[in-house]
């Protein structure tokens, strides 16, 4: 299974290669927070394993994507979405 992240259209960093990068635009610019909102949403077990947390994580990811709620891009004034993002 590929690891996967929640990103979001307008964000232009790769959360896997440039997390700072991500991270400071997703928070500090555009206050999505999406770490966040991930954590709130994900189901996760205390006694699961690393690979059990990762479906976990997708799983999430997934229903997050699949709600398609929009977002209001403070800079431009524009609507973004959430997205799923995997692992190269």
Known sequence: MARCALTTTDNPY???TQYDLWQSYDERVCGYYSNNYL?????IGTEDSGENIEKDIEDAVDEIV??????FNPLTGTRVYYKKIQAQ
């Open 39 to 43: 954590a709130r949403i994900a189901v």
């Open 66 to 71: 699949e709600m398609n709620l929009p977002l």
């Open 14 to 16: 790769n959360p896997f």
